[in-house]
Nanobody
Framework: DVQLVESGGGSVQAGGSLRLSCVVS??????????MGWFRQAPGKEREGVGS???????VRADSVMGRATISQDSAKNTLYLQLNSLKPEDTAVYYC?????????????????WGQGTQVTVS
């Protein structure tokens, strides 16, 4: 089975930066055509797409993080990353990575089959 484990979250002051990691097991990221995504969910809100990375190197980022977020992957470590800069209090959420893209909109949570457990990011 595919397993995703996120880490790197924490508490940070506004204006700070964090790099979130998503270690993938049971699947090799670059083994075929893929799309992986980052999502976040704040208390009382729906899960929303932060961005995605596909096997062509294309990235899509939500307007809310445009210019502040970078998505990358390390094949040797089979890991997906989300770098978030200039953090704002409204970035506070649990961040999830997702894989097993089913096609369609890369920002839609129901288009991914596998999910990690999430990592909490709190910005004050």
């Amino acid at each position: 089975d595919v397993q995703l484990v996120e880490s790197g979250g924490g508490s940070v002051q506004a204006g700070g930066s964090l790099r979130l990691s998503c270690v993938v097991s049971g699947y090799t990221i670059n083994s075929d055509i893929y799309c992986m995504g980052w999502f976040r969910q704040a208390p009382g809100k729906e899960r929303e797409g932060v961005g995605s990375l596909d096997s062509d190197g294309g990235t899509v980022r939500a307007d809310s993080v445009m210019g502040r977020a970078t998505i990358s992957q390390d094949s040797a470590k089979n890991t997906l990353y989300l770098q978030l800069n200039s953090l704002k209090p409204e970035d506070t959420a649990v961040y999830y990575c997702a894989s097993g893209f089913l096609g369609g909109a890369t920002s839609a949570p129901d288009r991914y089959k596998y999910w990690g457990q999430g990592t909490q990011v709190t910005v004050s």
